[in-house]
């Protein structure tokens, strides 16, 4: 049984990284959608020696929940 779930979840998360790799959006009924943010490069300083530092633009994956989700978690 534990076998199985674990190559259900792989499955899974296989799919979602895919889509999500591939530029789609990926909603799940009922628990939420995962999508891809861009984020913006911007200046940061470091405190130790003052130099102005730049990060560099990426992109991170975003969950949003499904309200009934929401509603049932606070």
Known sequence: FIYFFILLLDSITTTIGNSLIGGE??????????KIKEVASRRNINIATGEEQYTRESHVIKFLPCGELKNAVR
Not at 25 to 34: A, H, L, P, Q, R
């Open 25 to 34: 959006e990926v909603k799940i009924s009922e628990f939420g959608t995962f």
